[in-house]
């Protein structure tokens, strides 16, 4: 796909700039020319836990996009979980373990002879939808996206806050039932326990007595299921409480709701949330911040990464 016009002319002073998502189930690229989007591409990541077979094919990606255009500026990664940023260092990928404890920027850098800046996904899907996205002109947005797991990011003046240690973003891990269900990272009552794919097959258990696939429930409520959508009136308030949490603490101007989860189920998942969200909230005139889905969809990641050099 090519000449995709997405970002403003403050985005412009570089010449090329490649774009990289590792996820779990794929790895995304894209090649940023300027304020165009010149090559998008996306395979499906072969290991999650061999480290030589997922660096052949990352490197195998950056080729491609390297070869589609001509004097390549800067190459950004990201990836989920926490990254000690003065080493550009993965330190533990929950989805793809392979690369724990790299340092892959480094490691591309003195491959390829380009400069390379890592960053966690959150982070990145929020500052896309702040520059190009649904965040467009606010200067103080929150992200969170929900998939396999749940992450966030905060973006204040079209800049990632990372926090002392580089955790700040972290809203999957915010606790709203310190008696609820056991999360991944060993914490009860964590957002991701309730709004991640398994935590709503879960939520999917307690209403049908099996578990059920987002997207499935998604259709089940496009048919007018009751139950179904019941469930996602569950899920709904689950978010909604995190979300009001999120606005006290930090009174964004927006929260922009991204990730597979919310592409799918929409209005279904974000109008309980919202009802939820405002029942919650502290102040009466933080009760509007808005909150809505992400508009760039799968590639969020990789465009975030590619602005990380404007």
């Known amino acids: 796909m090519t000449g995709i016009g997405i970002a403003q002319k403050n985005y412009s002073n570089k010449v090329m700039i490649i774009g990289i998502d590792i996820g779990g189930t794929n790895i995304k690229g894209i090649l940023l020319d300027g304020t165009k989007i010149r090559t998008k591409v ?20 950056i080729k491609i996009l390297i070869k589609k255009g001509k004097k390549i500026d800067g190459i950004g990664i990201g990836v989920a979980g926490p990254i000690d940023f003065k080493n550009q260092k993965i330190l533990d990928p929950p989805n793809v373990t392979a690369l724990r404890n790299l340092e892959l920027g480094k490691l591309i850098e003195k491959k390829f002879k380009i400069k390379t800046i890592i960053e966690n996904d959150g982070h990145l899907m929020t500052l896309a939808e702040t520059i190009l996205g649904a965040g467009k002109n606010k200067n103080n947005v929150v992200g969170i996206a929900l998939g396999t797991g749940v992450g966030g990011g905060l973006v204040m003046n079209k800049k990632i806050i990372h926090g002392k240690n580089g955790t700040a973003g972290e809203i999957g891990h915010m606790t709203i039932d ?30 049908f007595n099996k578990r059920i696939k987002s997207f499935d429930l998604h259709q089940m409520a ?82 975030g990464a590619s602005l990380l050099f404007n």
């Open 178 to 207: 310190q008696h609820g269900r056991k999360c991944n990272c060993g914490s009860k009552g964590c957002i991701e326990a309730y709004l991640s794919e398994a935590g709503i097959r879960k939520t999917s258990y307690e209403f």
């Open 42 to 61: 996306q395979y499906s990541t072969k290991s999650k836990t061999n480290k030589k077979l997922l660096l052949d094919q990352i490197f195998k990606i």
């Open 222 to 303: 496009k048919k007018s299921d009751s139950r179904a959508i019941e469930a996602w009136n569950e899920v709904g308030k689950h978010l909604g409480l995190g979300l009001a949490n999120v606005v006290d603490v930090f009174n964004p101007e927006i929260i922009v709701v991204g990730g597979g989860i919310a592409r799918g189920a929409g209005e279904l998942l974000i109008n309980p949330a919202k009802k939820e969200m405002r029942k919650n909230i502290l102040s009466e005139s933080a009760k509007k911040t808005p909150v809505v889905l992400a508009k760039l969809k799968e590639y969020a990641g990789a465009i």
